[in-house]
């Protein structure tokens, strides 16, 4: 059975950092997608990154892709995403996600951790 287990989140000032980590197990066979999705109380969960097992990276907008990178070490079943000068509209739960198409078929996702930019 598939589980991804998250790590990384927690409360940080407006300008600073995070690095959230995700890792895959109970599959041998690499995703071709791994990314990062958020939401917050009362609105649809929303792409932040997503990176293919070539490295191949899509964010959400140019906001997130000039502050945040989202990266994946040689193709594994693991991601990261390093979130830098985070604002308080960043803060939401914060969601790893692995599949292997976008059109469908299985679509994994982790239990959630939760970032919160505040002062």
């Known amino acids: 059975q598939v589980q991804l287990v998250e790590s990384g989140g927690g409360l940080v000032q407006p300008g600073g950092s995070l690095r959230l980590s995700c890792a895959a197990s109970?599959?041998?066979?690499?995703?071709?997608?791994m990314g990062w999705y958020r939401q917050v109380p009362g609105k649809e969960r929303e792409l932040v990154a997503t990176?293919?097992?070539?490295?191949?990276?899509?964010y959400s907008d140019a906001n997130m892709q000039d502050r945040f990178t989202n990266s994946r070490y040689n193709g594994e079943n693991t991601v990261n995403l390093q979130m830098n000068d985070l604002k308080p509209e960043d803060t939401a739960v914060y969601y790893c996600?692995?599949?292997?198409?976008?059109?469908?078929?299985?679509?994994?996702w982790g239990q959630g951790t939760q970032v919160t930019v505040s002062t």
């Open positions: 996600n692995a599949r292997n198409s976008l059109a469908g078929g299985s679509n994994y």
């Open positions: 990176t293919t097992r070539f490295g191949d990276t899509h």
């Open positions: 109970g599959t041998q066979q690499p995703f071709y997608y």
